[in-house]
């Protein structure tokens, strides 16, 4: 049994030989007669051969089989004892070939398949061997291990949708094969069926309850469906049976995290490092720091994971330097060199993950901050800004924007779509948006969109209608000037950034920048659950899926508050004159009231004009005007809603 959701599934199990036996001619009329005189016919030569292999003699078997498949009428059983053949001398080429031969002259051969997809498979190439499997299992439905097989080989491929078919005619011969049970839940949980995958593990549990793989993959998939307080047991069932089981740990710190308690959750986090994957701990000759006094000395703080990760959490650095009283070294990725080391302050000196000083005190590594200073929701360093773009790319892309006199809104639909991992991968692809799928916002008036997408999903452009006005970026963006150097300039004089969960929202809200975050369902843990804020940003608002995948309705809601939103900007802040200075309550209820007198006298205007538009109500005129009407009506529900807030507390 596996312990891990994903290793299962790569397994290849040798499955026996099929039609080892030989196969004897159908018919003896499948060999042509001969009317001319022969001492030997080649059915005898066939006949020799097959009696040769039988008793071993391969070099004879394969002579004469060579021989009786010298007439051009042969049948394909011929090839097929050939084959077998040349595959017990080990020439594998040999034998690929005559089971090529023998499927030609009969497509609907499964012998022949599977013999030949045993071979490709042993040769490496898998693909085509997964080709011959199929057709085997297509032309054969009692060959039952072979599904096995394929649905292994599918995996490897990362098709996992594919290879549910054949895990489910295996399992349906195999009922009490756990092992194998355990494999398909983990594929369908790949092939984004986890209902379906977590029947299966509570079936499993039945029968195994003790299980600590199948109770840790029983709470991964509880949480994947949003059920997070459904799957803490599982996990706490699942350390009790393995304490030591990393990924348990991990997850449950995850669970923690994402449900706001923070104190169990940080150290819980703490135990990604033993999880095997390619986050290795780095070891130095200096201790880790424990948060203990550093006045004078040097603390080496290193990345890890992501460079949205870099992003959110160099805020420490700040904190650090202010109350601790030391010099700070950060070890970056590569591609964050050039920002760190010029838009961070905080920071003293900036080096490269493979070179990185042996001169510090006490280390750290980046994510492990929360946990050695103890972060809750109150005391997460949340001071906007904490990455400084540089003042004179600021400059010179205020001038190049100035022109745009519009709503300025940069926009990022797609993360790194090149992790090694088919989970990772899995994990990008769900908090992405295709680009065409943003099509509604294009309908927003009075905005300009700026494209903050490097490198991943570019291929997209084409994909967007023609009327939505989006600015794309020259090939020196981002490389004259260094890795988000112009991104981060471009970002400074932008309005408001909406963007899916990748660095692209990091660096946008630590510089300062209102930004709108797509967050997909279930949520990574660092937005928590069911709010539409955030404690690490305070200029941050999300829009969540309501159900997994569906994001239609966010971005049509994100379309209809951007709408609003670009309306209350542009609507003049109306001038209260107070001859006494009231209550600060009765300040702000005043100037409510006469914001919705002021919106009154908006929507009559809009409305007049309406009536006196002379177009048919399908002309885009019309609309255009009555779209500005419903937003004004959109802003006066608002209004009221706070009046009606106040007054009842009063």
């Not at 099929?18 to 001969?34: F, N």
């Not at 709503?407 to 692809?429: D, H």
């Not at 400074?492 to 929202?505: E, F």
């Not at 309306?567 to 005043?590: F, G, R, V, W, Y």
Request: glycine content about 4%; hydrophobic content about 35%; overall charge negative.
């Amino acid at each position: 049994m596996k312990q891990s959701l994903y290793l299962a599934t790569a397994l290849i199990f040798a499955i026996p030989l099929y039609g080892q036996d030989l196969v004897p001619l159908e018919d003896p009329s499948d060999i042509p007669t001969q009317e001319n005189t022969q001492t030997i016919s080649y059915e005898d030569y066939f006949n020799r051969g097959t009696d040769a292999l039988r008793k071993g003699e391969i070099t004879t078997a394969i002579f004469n089989l060579e021989k009786s498949k010298q007439h051009n009428q042969h049948p394909p059983q011929i090839h097929f004892n050939l084959g077998i053949a040349y595959e017990a001398n080990g020439q594998i080429d040999e034998a690929i070939e005559a089971f090529k031969d023998a499927i030609l002259q009969r497509l609907d051969y499964p012998r022949a398949h599977h013999q030949l997809a045993k071979l490709l498979q042993r040769r490496g190439l898998i693909e085509q061997a997964i080709v011959h499997y199929e057709q085997a299992i297509r032309y054969d439905e009692s060959l039952i291990d072979p599904c096995l097989t394929v649905a292994r080989l599918l995996c490897e491929q990362e098709r996992f949708d594919d290879s549910l078919e054949y895990f489910d005619r295996y399992v349906k011969q195999h009922t009490t094969d756990v092992g194998v049970r355990f494999e398909y839940a983990n594929a369908l949980n790949t092939a984004y069926q986890p209902e379906k995958a977590v029947e299966i593990y509570l079936e499993l549990l039945k029968e195994r309850p003790n299980d600590a793989g199948i109770l840790y993959n029983t709470a991964y998939t509880l949480k994947k469906l949003g059920r997070i307080q459904d799957a803490m047991p599982y996990y706490q069932a699942a350390l009790e049976k393995n304490p030591n089981h990393s990924e348990a740990h991990f997850s449950l710190g995850l669970a923690y995290l994402v449900t706001g308690d923070f104190a169990r959750g940080w150290p819980e986090y703490e135990w990604r490092w033993q999880r095997n994957t390619q986050l290795t701990p780095r070891n130095f000759n200096k201790p880790q720091w424990d948060g203990s006094s550093l006045d004078g000395k040097t603390i080496l703080l290193h990345a890890e994971q992501g460079l949205g990760d870099t992003f959110q959490f160099i805020r420490y650095a700040k904190l650090i330097k202010e109350q601790y009283n030391a010099t700070i070294i950060f070890a970056s990725q590569k591609p964050l060199h050039t920002i760190m080391s010029h838009c961070c302050p905080s920071i003293d000196r900036v080096a490269t993950l493979d070179a990185i000083p042996a001169a510090f005190d006490v280390h750290a590594p980046l994510l492990s901050l929360p946990f050695i200073l103890k972060s809750d929701e109150q005391t997460i360093p949340r001071n906007i800004p904490y990455i400084i773009p540089n003042e004179k790319l600021v400059e010179e892309w205020k001038e190049k924007l100035g022109t745009d006199t519009q709503f300025k809104v940069g926009i990022c639909w797609q993360g790194n779509s090149k992790y090694s991992t088919p989970f990772l991968r899995s994990v990008v692809a769900a908090k992405s948006i295709a680009l065409k799928q943003l099509a509604p916002l294009g309908s927003v008036e009075n905005v300009t969109f700026y494209s903050l997408q490097k490198e991943n999903g570019v291929d997209q452009l084409s994909q967007l209608p023609k009327q939505f006005k989006l600015v794309t970026f020259d090939d020196t963006f981002d490389q004259d000037n260094g890795r988000f150097m112009d991104t981060a300039a471009v970002i400074k004089n932008l309005d408001l950034v909406i963007t899916i969960d990748t660095s692209i929202c990091h660096l946008a809200a630590a510089i300062g920048t209102p930004v709108w975050t797509f967050i997909p369902e279930p949520p990574d843990w660092r937005w928590l659950l069911d709010r539409t804020d955030t404690p690490w940003y305070p200029n941050m608002r999300l829009f969540r899926q309501k159900t997994s995948g569906d994001w239609d309705s966010v971005i049509a809601e994100v379309a209809t508050e951007l709408s609003l939103h670009i309306a209350q900007k542009q609507t003049p802040a109306p001038h209260i004159i107070e001859t006494t200075p009231p209550a600060k309550e009765n300040s702000l209820l005043n100037q409510l009231h006469k914001e919705h007198d002021q919106l009154t006298v908006q929507f009559k205007k809009r409305a007049q004009q309406l009536s006196s538009l002379n177009v048919a109500a399908d002309d885009p005129r019309f609309i255009a005007e009555l779209r500005k009407l419903y937003l004004i009506t959109e802003l006066q529900k608002n209004v009221n809603e706070k009046i009606a807030t106040l007054e009842e507390s009063r």
